[in-house]
């Protein structure tokens, strides 16, 4: 196994930065999706792994259950796959039907939870499906992204490093938040070498990280129902909550204005930047954003007129 840890460890990390077109600031975005599973959770999702592997927490019999519906899932079902691991995800309906698809390739078992929780969204279904089959069986290991300290330390340890050394000056990092491993782990790091960066951490409206009441979303990828210990850690300056509508905007201005096809994160994280820009209104700026993943999975839902019309455009169901 230290073979292909070592292979699956070269398939990850070292994602391009690319300059933007602004002449407001110098506005440039580190380009998560060149990770070989697809997403800036294939940081976590190994380095979880491999740590659980040096401490002796799994072995080749173990099987790694977690609750994801989105990037982690392909990324541990990948690096398990590639290890040789057996991999449960505990997914709920709003995934995507082509993550879900993907799931079911690569996993014999995917475990689909459909009874909603007390915040009216499925995450904590799912974790208790997790604690269910964990009391349920033998040589069990859970991830846990929302509450395992590896999650942030992969941000710590890779991509904090990865944008520390790209810049000689950096003045603001804007990324969207979910688990908050990354924006945990990048702060940290980053404001080690750029004590006055500033850490612009985005959220969506309906999401409770940040303190607002919990909302039916639609966007998927960013915001959670639950905050994790990991913001308890992140040095965070600013805040800025997007509506879903600023967020579809977001993604469709940095196709067309940028030519990058991207997730719903990574046009809230533009979305947010662009505002940054307005604010401050210094062009001598170096303003980075994150994103986090491809627009591929979001073909149906961001990208398509007929979705944002019926779930984005009409508040009604906006909070169905
Ligand atoms: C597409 C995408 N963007 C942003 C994030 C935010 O990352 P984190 O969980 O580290 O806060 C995630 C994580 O779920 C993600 O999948």
């Not at 300290?149 to 979910?178: C, P, T, W």
């Not at 994160?265 to 210094?282: H, P």
Request: hydrophobic share 40%.
């Amino acid at each position: 196994m230290q073979q292909q840890l070592q292979k699956v460890s070269k398939m990850i990390g070292n994602t391009p930065v690319l300059k933007l077109d602004s002449v407001d600031a110098g506005l440039y975005v580190k380009l998560e999706q060149y990770n070989a599973f697809g997403s800036i959770k294939d940081r976590p999702a190994f380095y979880v792994i491999s740590k659980a592997l040096q401490r002796g927490d799994i072995d080749e019999n173990t099987i790694i259950v977690e609750s994801s519906s989105g990037n982690y899932a392909i990324a541990l079902a990948r690096i398990c796959k590639l290890l040789g691991l057996t991999f449960i995800p505990v997914i709920d309906p709003n995934i995507t039907s082509e993550k879900e698809h993907v799931l079911r390739l690569l996993c014999d078992d995917v475990h689909k939870v459909t009874e909603l929780d007390e915040t009216g969204g499925y995450l904590l279904s799912r974790l208790k499906a997790v604690q269910e089959y964990k009391l349920n069986n033998d040589n069990v290991f859970h991830p846990n992204q929302y509450g395992n300290e590896d999650n942030y330390q992969a941000y710590y340890h890779g991509l904090g490093v990865e944008i520390s050394e790209r810049f000689d000056r950096l003045d603001y990092l804007v990324m969207s938040v979910s688990t908050g491993g990354s924006v945990a782990g990048i702060s940290l790091r980053v404001k080690e070498k750029f004590p006055n960066v500033k850490i612009v951490a985005v959220d969506v409206e309906g999401s409770v990280i940040f303190g607002g009441g919990p909302k039916k979303r639609k966007i998927t990828g960013m915001g959670a129902s639950l905050r994790t210990p990991f913001f308890d850690n992140a040095l965070i300056d600013e805040i800025m909550i997007l509506s879903q509508e600023e967020i579809v905007n977001g993604c469709h201005a940095l196709l067309k204005k940028q030519g990058l096809f991207s997730g719903a994160s990574s046009g809230a994280a533009y979305y947010a930047a662009q505002e940054k820009i307005r604010q401050v209104g210094n062009p001598d700026m170096n303003i980075l954003f994150i994103a986090p993943d491809s627009g591929d999975a979001y073909v149906n839902n961001v990208y398509n007129e007929v979705w944002i019309e019926k779930y984005i455009n009409q508040p009604k169901y906006e909070i169905a």
